[in-house]
Nanobody, 131 residues
């Protein structure tokens, strides 16, 4: 099993910044991809960003240039640095990962269109951006 615990959400004004953390534990040594999704009220899960075990990253077009995903292996933590926040970034943000053994390129292609690759989810952390 893999456990994911998000933190760092909150209320921020438009243009501000937040850093989300996802503390990971359990059998994580061979995981190939870690991701962030978000869900706004009345909307489906939306892909935000993904990082491979080698550090390769990819982003949704809506956050590219504003958000940065990273992983600190020593701390077993995945981060999402969010800058220049907009009201439309308001959502519950979820950390996600998989035990799958596909190469990162598979998850890069899949994650933007579906979350079916995800085996483990965190509980989510609320981010609210006021205008």
């Amino acid at each position: 099993q893999v456990q994911l615990v998000e933190s760092g959400g909150g209320l921020v004004q438009a243009g501000g910044s937040l850093r989300l953390s996802c503390a990971t534990s359990g059998s994580t040594f061979s995981i190939n991809a870690w991701g962030w999704y978000r869900q706004a009220p009345g909307k489906q899960h939306e892909f935000v960003a993904i990082i491979g075990s080698g550090g390769t990253t990819d982003y949704a077009a809506s956050v590219k240039g504003r958000f940065t995903i990273s992983r600190d292996n020593a701390k077993n933590t995945v981060y999402l640095q969010m800058n220049s926040l907009k009201p439309e970034d308001t959502a519950v943000y979820y950390c996600a990962t998989t035990w799958g053994r596909c190469p990162y390129t598979y998850y890069k292609k899949t994650s933007a269109s579906t979350d079916l690759w995800v085996d483990f989810w965190g509980q989510g952390t609320q981010v609210t951006v006021s205008s």
